[in-house]
């Protein structure tokens, strides 16, 4: 967040907020205008400009200053920018001992004493408006901080604010590293594809190297690793690998075709698309497809027929969780903050999954059997 003036001379005087071309800025979104002691928030597309106005955007540093260079002419006021690669949001409360009470942001020197800025303040559980810089912190006052990387060392050493909790950690892209990140991984997806190194080497491979120059750290890539979803794969897989290896595919392969082949091939492959669908509104999709893929390989093998219908089934049916709330991340995403109920799910999820059901056999009879 930043407060930029309007100076006089400035070319967007006199007009409105749309026809400065400041409704529709990209990677900013201006919040508000401060006139005097005047508030306008929101900001209409009809609100007239005047000469020194406040006008506080928030957005990215880069785009900010591409504002201030621009035509209009807007007037920065001393803010706090970090060039880190990483920075972080943190909540922290002003103590009742603290040199800050009673003084007005901007005279805190907060920037040069913390290496932070304050981003927004919260008194009595409201967000206090306005200029941040005029605002007279009080003891009790909850302060969320823009931190930079020299900010633990600063903070240790003082009474002045608690640190409460670390609320967000914030990556500032490299343009320099992103690139051959980016690169790199297009890179190894096409000599997957052209079948020179496969997926997992050269991804292995890429990692290495991300570590070696300093493009990632060791750290930031464990960290980005789920070790839940890779134990649910590793096991998943490794229960599909038993199914084959011990015949249990083949003998659950062998009861199925009877029973439906009198209905036809389509009755197999729907036979196949509902019980991984079942299977996935209990358990992960990752490990519905693993355990009932070696079955319908198997069935596919058995009636000779192309497998990738059969194949394709358990992708569509293990990727269509719409009956309970626990069949996938998203589904729970919105349990509790919708405040809706087992029966919703089912209610809305079954008409949504017997469509999606007919429609996935339909295009799969069609294209491949």
């Known amino acids: 967040m ?37 508030r306008i928030t929101p900001v209409s597309p009809k609100d007239v400009i005047k000469e020194n106005d406040v006008l506080i955007f928030a957005g990215e540093t880069e785009k900010i200053v591409e504002l201030v260079n621009g035509e209009a002419g807007f007037k920065l006021p001393p803010v706090c920018s970090f060039g880190d690669d990483k920075v972080e949001l943190i909540e922290a409360l002003i103590p009742q001992n603290s040199s800050l009470i009673g003084k007005k942001v901007k005279e805190t020197n907060f920037r040069g004493r913390f290496d932070a800025a304050i981003v927004a303040v919260h008194r009595n559980g409201e967000r206090l408006k306005g200029k941040i810089g005029d605002i007279v912190l009080k003891p009790g ?123 036809g091939i389509t009755a197999i492959l729907f036979f196949v698309y509902l019980i991984t669908n079942i299977l996935t509104e209990f358990i992960t999709n990752l490990a519905a497809a693993s355990i009932t893929f070696p079955i319908a390989l198997s069935v596919a093998q058995k009636l000779t027929v192309n497998p990738k219908a059969f194949i394709l089934a358990v992708a569509f049916a293990a990727s269509a969780s719409f009956l309970t709330p626990i069949g996938y991340q998203t589904n729970l995403m919105v349990y509790g903050p919708g405040n809706y109920r087992f029966r919703d799910f089912f209610k809305v999820g079954l008409p949504l999954s017997l469509i999606y059901m007919f429609v996935t056999i339909a295009v799969l009879r069609v294209v491949f059997l």
């Open 141 to 263: 006052d909850l302060l969320l901080i823009l931190a930079g990387k020299n900010f633990w060392d600063r903070v240790s050493d003082s009474d002045d604010i608690y640190v409460i909790s670390r609320v967000k950690e914030i990556i500032n892209i490299d343009q320099k590293k992103a690139l051959p990140v980016l690169v790199g991984f297009l890179l190894a997806i096409l000599l997957s594809a052209l079948k020179i190194v496969p997926l997992f080497k050269s991804l292995l491979l890429l990692i290495s190297i991300f570590v070696i120059f300093k493009i990632a750290s060791y750290t930031q890539i464990k960290k980005s690793l789920d070790l839940n979803i890779i134990i649910i794969a590793a096991l998943s897989i490794a229960i599909g690998k038993a199914m084959v290896k011990t015949g249990l595919a083949n003998s659950i392969a062998n009861t199925l075709i009877p029973v439906s082949i009198p209905f």
């Open 2 to 38: 930043v407060e930029t003036i309007v100076p006089s001379g400035s070319s967007i005087i006199g007009k409105t907020v749309e026809e400065a071309k400041l409704r529709n800025l990209k990677g900013l979104f201006l919040v508000e205008i401060i006139r005097k002691k005047e």
